[in-house]
Every structure is written in structure tokens, then in C-alpha cells.
């Protein structure tokens, strides 16, 4: 199949009055050189990435991240060596924490004597927390089980206690201890045991062990699809891309070596003018936004009139190890948007982003609002983060040691491995992710029932050795477009040159980019900012489709001239409201546009040979 570019589809009459900027040329590296022979030049910061002078150093590091999954020896030790060192330093500290475990134990000791009386509530010493699942079921309400509970409980608040607070440790080193010994815990609660989770033992009684037999039965089938790649049989998978999800009607309009942009074919007679482009993350797989048809996000907007393209980001392999942070941007928002120029000549753009694909879109926009290029009409991001010092538990190993075993890793292989990715989002939420499908799938020997999102989830992408290296250093670990220090064509870009509307998501349990650090585009930006806060978590929140029960959203615009409140006093004065928060950007989107018209063509004459939607590239 031809590869087909913008330049390839359009006659060269409609290109000058609706282009801005060129459309890019096939992508070039640095060290590259461009048609007059000119090299191109590698910036300092990057200079790290490509350097093999110590290859066996780096093969090293590699094997070595084999066995610590990831994680840099050399920073967990610093960071124990730091709380350690000032406990050590802390009489009176240590004296508090052997009286606290002293308290507990006669506690303990106290309701253990008592266990099975009349008189002796469950959980008197201490209850989980409300988001803590483990022991919700009524078996856990036993005396000797509710006992092994709270001694359980009493244990993870002892130690979380003693590795916070210590005076003189370094805040990320805290985090780091804290968090690692949380996981420890985690993987040692007796809901993970069959001698100690009563649930188990009853289902065991009940199916005369047959839970037993279903859940190594479940375990095989786990440890064969891991083996070939982490891909169900068909046979198994009840959600296949372009059958029961990525089901909406459109073509790949533009294809490079990056990505397939699709146009969504339209479902009303009249269309607003002013087309949406979606960027999504390349962390994942384009299809969030386009599950099945109860929650598909392309679907609800192509039936609010709107014209409709998504990118859909190439599953990079290892001869895509030096991709680069700005080839996406090159080769994704702006080829699309050079594309979509053409397809729908003199209009303006209503932009959204995700995760990832958000932050990228702000610095495309950051980088065009410079240079005068206005095709932007507004800006929506999801989940998306500008400003990474508040970035969430995804921080603790973002250090130099950490960043620089990282990219040994991943030097080796040119890409990060979709194994990785899974397990750092994994940790994040471990007793919901790991432990309780231990407990669930292999213990009580049920399954889960398979729903689209899942599906999606297991869909896992690779990231570029390059493209990952220079994201984690100039964002996560220097912070660069945040400080107006982030470098686009040579020249910094600043987030407060961005004059376009903005409406903004975060959502309440984000685990990767937490809302009071997606809130922080409220003193960024020189612009109209509505922003939404909306339940759920980081996937979930965001595909909340009108409808479905349990979603409750607050929502307030600041004018670009008010005055700038704090999140916390923005929690207490933005109004409440019940349900979906789509229709609320839907309604701020068809505000912002044009009276509806015909809609625009389907992509170009020459785009025949390309598939239709969900295209290729998502099958990869």
C-alpha cells in the first residue's frame, strides 16, 4: 500500500490560501542532513541519548534491569540510605515509633483475648479505608479473620508512619521508601493467601475445591497469552478492533510514517463548520474515544453535528529507536492539521487532547500561537499535564539514575517494552490491578466479565528510545515548558502565548496526571480556561457517556483577565452537577462555532488506496 502524503492529494491551487505552514518533509534526525547538505543540529540535552561510548556498560544496566523490573538499584539505595540515615539521627523519632508498636500489640492482644465475645465489634481498632476493597465481604466480619485483618491494617499504618515525617529526608525520597514498602504490604495481605482470606475458603467449601481447578486453569491460559505477546486467540477475545470496537464509519484520509489520520464519516445532514482533530495519547491506542457505540466519544460528537479527525499514533518497533519527542509533533498535529487545511479549506479548528496527546497539543499550539499561525479555534485537554513537578506517584523514580537506567533499557531493545509500561501503570493501583485479580481469577477461580475499556487496556503500545528519553528529561525531570525553557524549532515556546478557549478535564482519582497538577493551566495560559473536574479516574473519568450512572462533575470558567483562585477554594465555589460531562463541552464547543452548513468532502481523490476507518496502524 503507497505511502500518501498531503502534498501527493491536493492540487496545488487549494494548498496556498488554506495551508499556513508546510507540510513536513519525511522526518530527519539529528546528524541528518537536509537537501542543501546542511546538518542538523543536536541540541546539548540530547547529546546523552545516542552516545555508545560504554556499551557494556549500558548491556549491563540492561540485564540488570531484568531482575529489579526496571527500577535503578543505585536510586532505591540512595533514597533508603536517606530515611535511614536520619532515623538513625532521631532518638526521640525512634522512641515514638517503638511505643506506637508497642501500642498496637497490646491492642491486638487485647481484642484477640476477647475475640468471639458478644461484646467485641469487627474492625474496633481500626477499619480499611473506604477504597480499600480487600476486606469488604461479610466472611471478613469472622472474629479470627477480622482479627488477621486489622493486625494487617495496624502493620501498613505503623510502617507508613515510620518511613513519613522524618525530619530532614528529602521529599522524593520519602515518597520512594513509602511507596516501595507500600507495595511489599500490599503483596503480603492475607487476602492473597488461601490459609488467610476467608472468601476463599468458603468458595472452596461451597464448589468442593473446584475454584482450585478453574483458577490454575486461568493461570495457564494467562501464562500462553504473556507467551505469545500478551494477544488473546480470537476465538477467546469478545472485542475485536473494527467489529465490536473502533466501529465508527470513516477513511484514513493521510497516512505517513507516524501516523493514519482517519475522517469520520458524518450522521447529520448539517455539520458546524469549524472540524474537531482528537490527538490522543501514543501510550495508548486511539480507540478510547471510540469503544463500543454506547460510549464512543467520535460517535456522540459526529451525532452533535461535528465533523470529525483522529490521529492514530504507529506502534514504533527497534528500527523506530530514534523517533524523536518532536517528530510527533511534526509528523502528527501539524501534518494532520495541514491535512485537515486542505479537506476543509479556510476554517478554523477545535483541537482536543489526551494524556499525553494533550501536553503534545499545548506545546503545538504554545509553538504556533509564537509564530502567528491562529488556526487553532480552541483547545480542549484531557487528563493532560503542562506542568510536572505535582505529576503523580509516576514520579518517584523520575531521577537522574532512574532516567539514565531507563534509557540503558531501553537502548538495548530501541523502544520501551509494552510490558513495562503495563506494570509501572499497574503499580500504581496494585491491590485493584495485580492483587485482587491474584485473588479473584486464580484463588476464587472467576473471571471478570470482559468489557471494552478491558480490552482496550490489554491493547498495550512500545514508545521510542528517543522520543521517551527526551520526554522524561525536558518534561518530567526538567520540567522545561512549564519554566518557558522547552525548545521548538530552536526557539523557546511559552504556554502564555496561547490565546485560543481552552476547556480543560481533570479527573478525581487520576493516578497519572492528578487534577490539581492538570489544574495548573489556570496561571499558564494567556486564555478563556473552563475547567472541568469530573469522577472517576484517569480512563474511566474521561469515557463518561451520557446515561450511565455515577458520574458527578464540577465545572467553572475563568475569563482570562480574572483573578486566579486555588484548587482547593475552586472545590468549594464551582457548581455541582449529576451525570456525563460531555454534553457540558459539546455545548462550550457549539458556542464556540459557526451556524451549521453542508458537510465537508471525505478526504481526497487520491486517498482510494487507503483503508477505511480504523485504518492499520491501530492493528499493530
Known amino acids: 500500500m503507497s505511502v500518501v502524503t498531503t502534498s501527493t492529494l491536493v492540487k496545488p491551487e487549494l494548498v496556498k490560501p488554506t495551508v499556513v505552514s508546510e507540510v513536513p518533509l519525511p522526518v530527519r534526525f539529528a546528524g541528518d ?62 522512641m515514638a515509633i517503638v511505643q506506637d508498636a508497642w501500642r498496637n500489640a497490646g491492642r491486638l492482644f487485647g481484642a484477640a483475648l476477647h475475640a468471639g465475645s458478644p461484646n467485641q465489634e469487627p474492625w474496633s481498632i481500626i477499619k480499611p ?35 513519613t515525617g522524618v525530619r530532614g529526608v528529602a521529599p522524593a525520597n520519602e515518597a520512594v521508601v513509602e511507596f516501595s514498602v507500600r507495595q511489599v504490604l500490599d503483596m ?34 494467562d501464562l500462553r497469552r504473556a507467551l505469545s505477546g500478551g494477544k488473546a486467540a480470537a476465538a477467546d477475545q469478545p472485542f ?21 489520520l482517519i475522517q469520520y464519516s458524518p450522521t447529520t445532514e448539517m455539520v458546524h463548520p469549524e472540524p474537531i482533530l482528537i490527538v490522543p495519547a501514543w501510550i495508548m491506542k486511539f480507540y478510547i474515544l471510540d469503544l463500543s457505540s454506547r460510549n464512543s466519544l467520535v460517535k456522540y460528537l459526529t451525532g452533535e453535528g461535528f465533523t470529525v479527525f483522529m490521529i492514530s499514533w504507529r506502534n514504533p518497533g527497534a528500527d523506530d529507536r530514534e523517533i524523536a519527542f ?45 509564530d502567528g499561525d491562529n488556526r487553532l479555534r480552541s483547545i480542549t485537554l484531557l487528563a493532560a499535564q503542562t506542568d510536572f513537578t505535582e505529576a503523580g506517584e509516576l514520579t518517584l523514580f523520575i531521577n537522574e539514575s532512574q532516567v539514565a537506567f531507563l ?22 493501583r496494585s491491590n485493584d490491578l495485580i492483587w485482587s485479580h491474584l485473588s479473584h481469577d486464580y484463588l476464587m477461580g472467576e473471571r471478570a466479565q470482559s468489557s471494552d475499556l478491558m480490552a482496550w487496556n490489554a491493547d498495550a503500545t512500545r514508545l521510542p528510545y528517543r522520543m521517551h528519553s527526551e520526554y522524561l528529561r525536558r518534561l518530567f525531570l526538567n520540567n522545561a515548558l512549564a519554566e518557558g525553557r522547552y525548545l521548538v524549532d530552536g526557539k523557546p515556546i511559552a504556554l502564555s502565548d496561547i490565546h485560543a478557549p481552552m476547556f ?33 479516574g484517569h480512563n474511566a473519568g474521561i469515557v463518561a457517556p451520557p446515561g450511565e450512572n455515577g458520574h458527578v462533575y464540577q465545572v467553572m470558567m475563568k475569563a482570562a483577565d480574572a483573578p486566579y483562585i486555588g484548587p482547593d477554594e475552586w472545590l468549594k465555589v464551582a457548581p455541582r452537577f449529576e451525570g456525563s460531562w460531555w454534553p457540558e463541552w459539546v ?34
Not at 475485536?240 to 493514519?260: D, F
Not at 478525581?508 to 472517576?536: E, F, M, N
Not at 464547543?589 to 471525505?602: F, Q
Open 33 to 94: 542532513s537536509d537537501v542543501r547538505g546542511v546538518t542538523v543540529e543536536q541540541p546539548a540535552s540530547e547529546s546523552r541519548l545516542g552516545s555508545d561510548s560504554y556499551e557494556a556498560d549500558r548491556a549491563f544496566h540492561a540485564m540488570v534491569a531484568r531482575l529489579t523490573g526496571g527500577i535503578s538499584p543505585v536510586a532505591m539505595s540512595l533514597a533508603y540510605i536517606d530515611w535511614a540515615a536520619h532515623l538513625i539521627a532521631a532518638p526521640q523519632r525512634q
Open 129 to 163: 479505608q473506604p477504597q480499600d476493597r480487600r476486606f469488604s465481604a461479610p466472611e471478613w466480619r469472622n472474629p479470627l479473620f477480622n482479627l488477621l485483618a486489622q493486625e494487617f491494617l495496624a502493620r501498613e499504618q505503623w510502617w507508613h508512619k515510620a518511613t
Open 188 to 221: 503480603l495481605a492475607p487476602s492473597n493467601f488461601i490459609a488467610t482470606n476467608p472468601e476463599v475458603l468458603q468458595k472452596a467449601l461451597q464448589s468442593g475445591g473446584e475454584n482450585f481447578v478453574r483458577g490454575w486453569q486461568n493461570w495457564c491460559s
Open 240 to 260: 475485536v478492533v473494527g467489529k465490536t470496537v473502533a466501529t465508527s464509519r470513516g477513511k484514513v484520509v493521510y497516512r505517513n510514517k507516524l501516523i493514519e
Open 326 to 370: 518532536d517528530d510527533y509533533r511534526k509528523l502528527g498535529v501539524r501534518a494532520a492539521l495541514d491535512t485537515i487545511g486542505c479537506i476543509v479549506p479556510r476554517r478554523r479548528i477545535h483541537t482536543l487532547g489526551y494524556c499525553l496527546g494533550g501536553t503534545l497539543l499545548s506545546i503545538t499550539s504554545a509553538a504556533m500561537a509564537r
Open 407 to 428: 534509557e540503558d533499557v531501553m537502548w538495548e531493545r530501541g523502544f520501551l517494552d509494552t510490558t513495562q509500561m503495563a506494570g509501572a501503570f499497574q503499580l500504581l
Open 504 to 536: 480543560v478535564v481533570g479527573t478525581l482519582r487520576d493516578h497519572v496526571a492528578p487534577w490539581k497538577s492538570t489544574y495548573k493551566i489556570h496561571y499558564q495560559v494567556d486564555a478563556d480556561v473552563t475547567y472541568v473536574l469530573t469522577s472517576g
Open 587 to 620: 455545548s462550550w464547543l457549539k458556542a464556540h462555532s459557526g451556524e451549521p452548513c453542508e458537510p465537508p468532502r471525505m478526504g481526497f481523490d487520491a486517498t482510494e488506496d487507503l483503508p477505511d476507518a480504523p485504518g492499520d496502524y491501530v492493528r499493530t
